[in-house]
Nanobody, 124 residues
Framework: VQLQASGGGLVQAGGSLRLSCAAS????????VGWFRQAPGKEREFVAA????????YYADSVKGRFTISRDNQKNTVYLQMNSLKPEDTAVYYC??????????????????WGQGTQVTVSS
């Protein structure tokens, strides 16, 4: 499966952005889909994940209540709605997919497929 992330940009603190991750080759209902981010000089960190059937969501504590992951099956696209953005949310955001992950492993970055990343910059 090929993943194409988009939607990043520059936004002021308190603002919103919606990231998209479009998949080609396979439909998302076969995969767990996750979002990760990596800030300069830091390790890649988990942000959110969505189960194959869309019924289970998993968020990092740092984004709970501000970010929402969702999926549009018709468009074969997963979204990350980011509200109340903070300067510390600045990073390159990546989407990833995996066909075999169990719930407890969603935050681990051992996904099979990765998108190319999209830059999110939040100014103070």
């Amino acid at each position: 499966v090929q993943l194409q992330a988009s939607g990043g940009g520059l936004v002021q603190a308190g603002g919103s952005l919606r990231l998209s991750c479009a998949a080609s080759g396979h439909t998302y209902n076969r995969y767990v889909v996750g979002w990760f981010r990596q800030a300069p000089g830091k390790e890649r960190e988990f942000v959110a994940a969505l189960s194959r059937n869309g019924g289970s969501l998993y968020y990092a504590d740092s984004v709970k209540g501000r970010f929402t992951i969702s999926r549009d099956n018709q468009k074969n696209t997963v979204y990350l709605q980011m509200n109340s953005l903070k300067p510390e949310d600045t990073a390159v955001y990546y989407c990833a997919a995996d066909s075999g992950k169990i719930y407890s492993d969603y935050p681990r970055a051992s996904y099979q497929y990765w998108g190319q990343g999209t830059q999110v910059t939040v100014s103070s």
